[in-house]
Each structure stands twice: as C-alpha cells, then as structure tokens.
Antibody
C-alpha cells in the first residue's frame, strides 16, 4: 500500500528540539520531492519545507535556521528536525509527496501533532 | 513571497447548486503550478486539481479548475453533500517555493 506515516509528535517545552519522521511505503522517497506542511489548531495550511531528489532543500522564511529536513534512503524515511521550539510551532505536521513536473502534493500522511507549552 | 488570496472566505450554498471559488496570486505562475485541495475535519488535505485544470485520480468530474497568470478558479458544478469542506489553493514558484491560500469554507 502506498502511504506515509508520520511520528515523533508530542508535548514539548519551549527551547527543546525534536525530530519528526515520515516513513513511506509503496514508493521510494528518494525518487520524489517530499515536503512538510503544518496546520495550527483551527487554522489553515502552511508549507514548511521540501527536499528534492538531488537533496536540495528549501524552507519557509519563518522557520529558516531552526528547521532541517533530511532523508534516509535506506529507511525510506524523511525527517524534520525542529530546534529551539516555540509556542507558535504548535501544529499538526503533515508529510506529503510531491508530484513530478507539477507543484502539488499528491499523497499525504495523517499528520503528527506537536504541542509546545511550558 | 507569492501571496495567495482566496475568496470568498465562506460560501454558503445548497446541494445541487454550483460553487465558484477564486484564488488570486500576487505573482504570476505557470499553468502547471496551481493546485486545489479539499480538507474535511480530522482528515489530511486531498488534492483535487493540479496543473490548474487536471483532475487528480478518483476526483469526480463535477470538479473543474481554470485560470492563468494570477487568477484561478475552482468550480463544483452540482454540489453533493460530501463536498461541504474547506478548500485551499496552492502554488509553486521557482523562487518563492510553495504557498497555500487561507482557505474557503464551503458550508450548507
């Protein structure tokens, strides 16, 4: 079955770090561009980061310097490292697969919830 | 940043009616860089339209997309009860990367 499963969310204190994982099955993450999108409670979708086939990465300006996206081909998994957590990072984090030659994301996971609170 | 502005914020219609959702981008984008998603409560987004007008696999033909440059439209020809949800447009631009609109809530 083709799917994405995120994990690593939970309750964290401000200033701490965490790593979210996105395990893919049914396809190869290294052959696709993969992204992270977050959604704060009751709010809209915000694109966060992308990693391309050539491992080039990009981030939304608001997270540059704190977020790092990476990929482990042997585990067919994409990661999002978040450092110096802030209350405003509280959100449901979705992993998504990009569609080649187009700019959309055609496969999404169910998301993992990150709550940042003291 | 390429800002996407969706209108209206909320659209109140009845089953059987036609829905027209608008998405305006602050910078012109190419035809293959505009998508529409549907999101229902407790679910991840689902892509409906990509490349401005291409229906994703399994999407009913009552959904259609159109537009160019900075103005794009999602049309639902005859609303079904399951179509009431939040809809987002999303763009890709080589320099500004990916951006979502703020969403249009389609309610009964």
């Amino acid at each position: 079955e083709v799917q994405l499963v995120e994990s690593g969310g939970g309750l964290f204190q401000p200033g701490r770090s965490l790593r979210l994982s996105c395990a893919a099955s049914g396809f190869t993450v290294s052959s696709n561009y993969m992204g992270w999108v977050r959604q704060a409670p009751g709010k809209g979708l915000v694109w966060v980061s992308v990693i391309y086939v050539d491992r080039m990465t990009s981030y939304v300006d608001s997270v540059k310097g704190r977020f790092t996206i990476s990929r482990d081909n042997s585990k067919n998994t994409v990661y999002l490292q978040i450092d110096d957590l802030r209350v405003e990072d509280t959100a449901l984090y979705y992993c998504a697969r990009g569609r080649p030659n187009f700019g959309d994301y055609d496969l999404w996971g169910q998301g993992t919830l990150v709550t940042v609170s003291s | 940043e390429n800002v996407l502005t969706q209108s209206p914020g909320t659209l109140s219609l009845s089953p059987g009616e036609r829905a027209t959702l608008s998405c305006r981008t602050s910078q012109s984008i190419t035809y293959n860089a505009l998508a529409w998603y549907q999101q229902k409560p407790g679910q991840p987004p689902r892509v409906l339209i990509y490349g401005t007008s291409r229906r994703a696999t399994g999407v009913p033909d009552r959904f259609s997309g159109s537009g160019s440059g900075t103005d794009f439209t999602l049309t639902i020809s005859r609303l079904e009860p399951e179509d009431f949800a939040v809809y987002y447009c999303q763009q890709y631009h080589t320099t500004t990367r990916y951006t979502f609109g703020q969403g249009t809530k389609l309610e009964i």
